[in-house]
């Protein structure tokens, strides 16, 4: 008898630690960049696949990397370059496995009535003043453009200071800042950075290397709720939105679907697999890191990420 009691205690605590559910850390609110996660919760996507997981909104500064590889999510959302920056530290057990943002949102926007035609226009401008995070790589990157002469000072949130003056542009998502200064009746001109060559997949899911070696048939269907929950959000974020609502109280159900048809193009891309990444995209942003000193050594690819 205890003989059998022992053979069948493994199954036991196998069955139990499946018990617990699957934690997916976001790192911002309940918005609609995380449109597919949800949706993936609120069609039972998760359920279907036999996946229980229990999504965690996050905040301002929300450290999704190090709850990772600290053990206290099984899934994270970060962005491609973050991911980068952790293998260069030495958490190589980090690795992406699907990418929601084919293009980044981030932006720098301006007064429509400065009617500048480009971002280069922008930055070119001396008489004009960019509010934005200058320690960030995209703010690195731009500010080693030939065309580089305007005046720049700390972003500290919001809009208030940019809606006063028509010599101020920031840094913005283009799902968001532009939909805010809409409301607010300033009619805004955006500059995707991604136009300039900066362009780190974002809205990225990660897992750890070790899971996706000891636990493949999980990660395989966390991916393919994900990427059907993408696909219904993409095709009617309506139910999805009001779900959302209920967590994020503080944003408007317009701004939800205005912020929705805005990401759509960043997400879906004709003729590409939704989620899918590149080895060549990976390698480019690596060298750019590089080059800008965020990093000090050069992670291979084929380490950074791995399609479903």
Not at 116 to 136: C, E, P, R
Not at 137 to 153: D, E, G, Q, S, V
Request: glycine letters at 6%; one cysteine or more; a positive charge.
């Amino acid at each position: 008898m205890k003989r059998l009691v022992w053979l069948a205690l493994p199954l036991l605590l196998s069955l139990s630690a499946r018990a617990e559910p699957l934690r997916l850390a976001l790192n911002w609110k309940a918005e609609p960049q995380f449109g597919g996660f949800f949706a993936a919760e609120v069609n039972k996507l998760f359920k279907e696949k036999k996946l229980d997981v229990q999504i965690q909104e996050g905040g301002s500064g929300t450290p999704t990397i190090q709850m990772l590889t600290a053990g206290q999510v099984e899934y994270a959302v970060v962005s491609a370059d973050e991911i980068i920056m952790s293998h260069d530290r030495g958490a190589k057990d980090v690795v992406a496995i699907y990418a929601s943002y084919q293009t980044n949102p981030q932006a720098i926007m301006t007064h429509a009535e400065k009617n500048y035609q480009t971002i280069d226009q922008v930055l070119a401008d001396k008489d004009a003043t960019l509010l934005w995070q200058s320690g960030l790589p995209y703010a690195l990157y731009l500010k080693k453009r030939k065309t580089f002469k305007i005046k720049t000072a700390p972003y500290m949130g919001g809009i208030a200071n940019f809606q006063k003056d028509p010599d101020l542009a920031q840094q913005c998502f283009v799902t968001s800042e532009p939909l805010t200064a809409q409301r607010a009746g300033v009619q805004v001109t955006t500059f995707l950075v991604a136009e300039t060559g900066y362009n780190p997949y974002t809205t990225v899911l990660v897992t750890k290397a070790s899971r996706i070696k000891s636990h493949p048939e999980e990660v395989q269907q966390m991916v393919n709720a994900v990427r059907d929950g993408w696909a219904a959000y993409l095709k009617d974020p309506s139910g999805t939105n009001k779900h959302m609502q209920g967590v994020n109280k503080a944003m408007e159900p317009e701004t939800f679907q205005k912020s929705a048809d805005a990401q759509k193009p960043l997400i879906q891309i004709k003729n590409e697999k939704l989620g899918s990444m590149t080895k060549a995209r990976w390698e480019k942003l690596t060298d750019q890191l590089h080059d800008l000193k965020v990093i000090k050594t050069k992670p291979k690819a084929d380490d950074l990420f791995q399609n479903f």
